[in-house]
């Protein structure tokens, strides 16, 4: 594989995970260019530790549960805190598969395709079929990626992916305050003010994974919150 050298620490928010966990693990740390796999267990009451730490994990645990956006922000402390050049973040419950991380590698090891240089932001755009998923998910992923983008003056066709390869050194520095599922919104947005050369791959998106996300609920909290990341905060 040609192209820029990479050193990734795929960071995996966990939460009651127990079943799809350690397969996430050991997918994960079978790719090229993954030097480290982190789960941080966010307060689970099943084995999701055990099994993390047997498929080779290092696990960081919160002792309650505090929302992804604490896990989140607890494992980019740890991996920026390192000599990575990227983290991965994917979900513990094989919605993101192991097995689309060496296209999200390929794509940062190259320059970016408008005007050259690194790319800071891989996102794994999911393919969604309208016909095999609940209405109410696909139009609230719709509905919000087409919102963000306008917020961010680029465009983003699944701001709700929480399968993310980005690039070290545009996150250091960055304050996140985020507690739940609107991290996402929040590190687009704050990327964005960072001129962020983002970029996208397909990846598949697993029916069968049951999403923790409120479709109409959350995505109405993101929208308010873009609002604010966007006009108001100033971080």
């Not at 693990?25 to 999701?48: M, P």
Request: proline share 4%.
């Amino acid at each position: 594989m040609s192209g820029r050298a990479i050193s990734v620490c795929v960071i995996v928010p966990a939460f009651n995970e127990a079943g799809t966990v350690a397969d996430v693990v050991r997918g994960a740390r079978a790719c090229e260019h993954v030097d480290d796999v982190v789960v941080v267990d966010d307060g689970s009451s099943d084995e999701t530790v055990a099994r993390a730490a047997q498929a080779g994990a290092h696990v960081l645990r919160h002792e309650q549960n505090r929302g992804k956006g604490h896990a989140v922000r607890t494992g980019l402390a740890f991996a920026l805190d390192r000599p990575f050049t990227h983290v991965l973040l994917m979900d513990g419950d094989m919605q993101h598969r192991p097995a689309d991380v060496p296209a999200m590698i390929e794509a940062a090891r190259k320059p970016f395709v408008k005007g050259g240089g690194d790319v800071d932001l891989v996102v794994g755009e999911r393919v969604f079929d309208k016909s095999k998923m609940p209405t109410s998910r696909y139009y609230s992923n719709v509905i919000g990626s087409r919102a963000l983008s306008g917020f961010i003056g680029s465009e983003v066709r699944d701001s709700q992916s929480g399968f993310r390869l980005i690039r070290c050194e545009i996150l250091r520095g960055m304050p996140l305050s985020s507690t739940g599922y609107e991290i996402e919104t929040e590190m687009l947005i704050k990327l964005a003010r960072r001129r962020a050369k983002m970029t996208s791959v397909p990846v598949q998106l697993s029916y069968g994974a049951k999403s923790k996300l409120r479709p109409i609920r959350d995505t109405t909290r993101t929208c308010f919150l873009a609002v604010y990341y966007r006009f108001l905060s100033r971080d």
